[in-house]
C-alpha cells in the first residue's frame, strides 16, 4: 500500500532528447507527488512537485504529468542536455502527513550522451 | 549562506563500533530528519524530529539512536546492534513536518563499515 514503483532503473537519452521516468502507487490516499533529482555525492533537491487536481505541471524544460485514474505519474525532461545526467526519485505523501510519511521511489539513474 | 552540513564526507568504522554523524543546519527550521540510502533503493527515514527535545522512529529506526537538544542540531548514531551499517546517510530539513514544506537535504555521509 505504501509503495511507490519506479521504472526505468537506469536511462540513456541522446542530448536533445525526451527523457521520461515513470512512477506508479497504489495508495489513493496520496496526494503529493513530488520529484528529486540527486547528482553524484550530493544529497537530492526538490525539483518539482505535483498535486492530484491537475494533470500536468510544467516549469522550465521539466514536466509531470498525473494520471490519477491509473495511478500513475511520470517525469519528462524535454531537450535533454548532459548537465540532467543524475539520479532522480519520485517521491508520494498523504493528506493530513508530510514529510514524515514521504515514501520514495527507488530511482532512475539518468546519463545523457552527447 | 543557508544549508545543512554534514560531516565528516566519509567515516570509517570497525564492526561493533558506535559512531556519530553530525548534521547541523542555518535555515532556522523546526523539523530534522536522517535517511539511510542504498543502491537501489529509495531513501528510508531513520529518525525524524519535530521540534527540539522530540524525536520519532522512522520506518528503519532500529541500531540507530538521535538527540535533539538544539534547533540547529540533529546528530545520528549507529550503534553497534544496527546490522548493516554500511550505506549512505542523508540529513534534511523543513520548516515543519506538516504541510509538505520542502526538505532540504546535506551533502551525505558515507559509512563504510569493516
Known amino acids: 500500500q505504501q509503495q511507490v514503483k519506479q521504472s526505468p532503473q537506469s536511462l540513456i537519452v541522446q542530448k536533445g532528447g525526451i527523457s521520461i521516468i515513470n512512477c506508479a502507487y497504489e495508495?489513493?490516499?496520496?496526494?503529493?507527488f513530488p520529484w528529486y533529482q540527486q547528482f553524484p555525492g550530493k544529497g537530492p533537491a526538490l525539483l518539482i512537485a505535483i498535486r492530484p487536481d491537475v494533470s500536468e505541471k510544467k516549469e522550465g524544460r521539466f514536466t509531470i504529468s498525473f494520471n490519477k485514474s491509473a495511478k500513475q505519474f511520470s517525469l519528462h525532461i524535454m531537450d535533454s542536455q548532459p548537465g540532467d545526467s543524475a539520479t532522480y526519485f519520485c517521491?508520494?505523501?498523504?493528506?493530513?502527513?508530510?514529510?514524515?510519511?514521504?515514501?520514495f521511489g527507488t530511482g532512475t539513474r539518468l546519463t545523457i550522451i552527447p | 549562506d543557508g544549508g545543512i552540513t554534514q560531516s565528516p564526507k566519509y567515516l570509517f568504522r570497525k564492526e561493533g563500533q558506535n559512531v556519530t554523524l553530525s548534521c547541523e543546519q542555518n535555515l532556522n527550521h523546526d523539523a530534522m530528519y536522517w535517511y539511510r540510502q542504498d543502491p537501489g533503493q529509495g531513501l528510508r527515514l531513520i529518525y525524524y524530529?519535530?521540534?527540539?527535545?522530540?524525536?520519532q522512529k522512522g520506518d528503519i529506526a532500529e541500531g540507530y539512536s538521535v538527540s535533539r537538544e538544539k534547533k540547529e542540531s540533529f546528530p545520528l548514531t549507529v550503534t553497534s546492534a544496527q546490522k548493516n551499517p554500511t550505506a549512505f546517510y542523508l540529513c534534511?530539513?523543513?520548516?515543519?513536518?506538516?504541510?509538505?514544506?520542502?526538505?532540504?537535504f546535506g551533502p551525505g555521509t558515507r559509512l563504510t563499515v569493516t
Open positions: 534534511a530539513s523543513s520548516m515543519s513536518t506538516g504541510g509538505h514544506y520542502e526538505q532540504y
Open positions: 524530529s519535530q521540534i527540539v527535545n522530540d524525536f
Open positions: 495508495n489513493t490516499a496520496f496526494d503529493y
Open positions: 517521491a508520494a505523501s498523504m493528506a493530513n502527513f508530510g514529510n514524515e510519511k514521504l515514501t
